[in-house]
């Protein structure tokens, strides 16, 4: 366990050396919270109530899931295994004395780490010198960064598997982008999945990008109060996800050895 917890260290510091870029991004990511804020804003003054929320919930759910949007990495795609892969240094990684989803799963909780400092409370402090937000009670913030920490190895999961097909693909933009507009519409990255209607919003309650924003979203805001349910289906996905990760690792890993890598 300390190996993984020096690659987390690792990849925290690694992430913190480009504090311009990472400074630029929390600029951007709040701008994008106020137009979005307003857009939400006038979708529920004519829909009041709209999925359960209240104009309040509607202007925090913005901000909220901007601060997400880095932490678990709701754009989607591949990790930096993608290269290592293209380039047939993967080699060296399947020979290390280290497990390689563990490695990156320590490398991404690491980069996950910082980008909750540096691009998630900015946001939600932009937003709250122009509206009034949902700030949730002292006993509530330990439940919202469990489940912000089990969508975070969602995440990582769905993405190591992006980054396994390149074995067979030899390319991750077809499939980055396909990961892109998936995990944006179906996490509640754009809206929040409780407005979808009947048969879209049960599915998409049910996939696992809803462990990225909707649910550690509603419990920050108080729509669910059955933690211990949230965490059950975040983590029976994580469970699922990491389990089809090591099985297409021990393929990659024989596919590799049998050409020769």
């Known amino acids: 366990m300390r190996l993984y ?15 311009v870029a990472a400074l630029s991004a929390t600029f951007t990511n709040t701008i994008f919270g106020f137009l979005r804020a307003s857009v939400l804003i006038a979708l529920w003054h004519a829909r009041p109530g709209l999925g359960g929320y209240d104009v309040t919930d509607a202007v925090t759910f913005s901000f909220l899931t901007q601060a997400l949007l ?38 991404d909780l690491g980069r996950a780490g ?9 946001p939600m402090l932009g937003g709250t010198l122009f509206f009034s937000l949902h700030w949730p009670s002292a006993a509530a913030w330990p439940a919202f960064a469990g489940a912000v920490l089990l969508g975070v190895l969602v995440s990582f999961a769905l993405r190591y598997l992006i980054s396994l097909a390149v074995f067979w693909l030899h390319d991750d933009r077809g499939v980055n982008g396909i990961s892109l507009i998936v995990s944006m519409f179906f996490s509640g990255m ?32 108080g729509k669910r109060t059955d933690v211990l349910g949230v965490y059950a289906f975040q983590a ?6 990491l389990a ?18």
């Not at 690659?7 to 504090?19: E, N």
């Not at 089809?244 to 890598?261: E, K, P, S």
Request: glycine content about 8%.
């Open 5 to 19: 917890a020096l690659i987390a260290a690792y990849a925290f510091r690694r992430y913190g050396t480009y504090r």
């Open 70 to 107: 880095e932490p678990v990495r709701v754009f989607g795609g591949s990790l930096d295994l993608t290269e290592r892969i293209r380039s047939g240094d993967i080699a060296i990684d399947l020979h290390r004395p280290a497990d390689l989803q563990g490695w990156w799963l320590a490398d």
């Open 114 to 122: 910082f980008a909750v400092l540096s691009r998630g409370l900015p």
């Open 190 to 221: 754009i809206v929040p999945l409780t407005i979808f209607p009947s048969t879209l919003g049960t599915v998409s309650r049910a996939l696992p990008w809803a462990a990225l924003v909707q649910l550690p979203a509603d419990v920050y805001l």
């Open 236 to 241: 029976a996905w994580a469970a699922v996800l």
């Open 244 to 261: 089809a990760g090591r099985l297409l690792t021990a393929r990659a890993h024989r596919n590799l050895v049998v050409n020769g890598g």
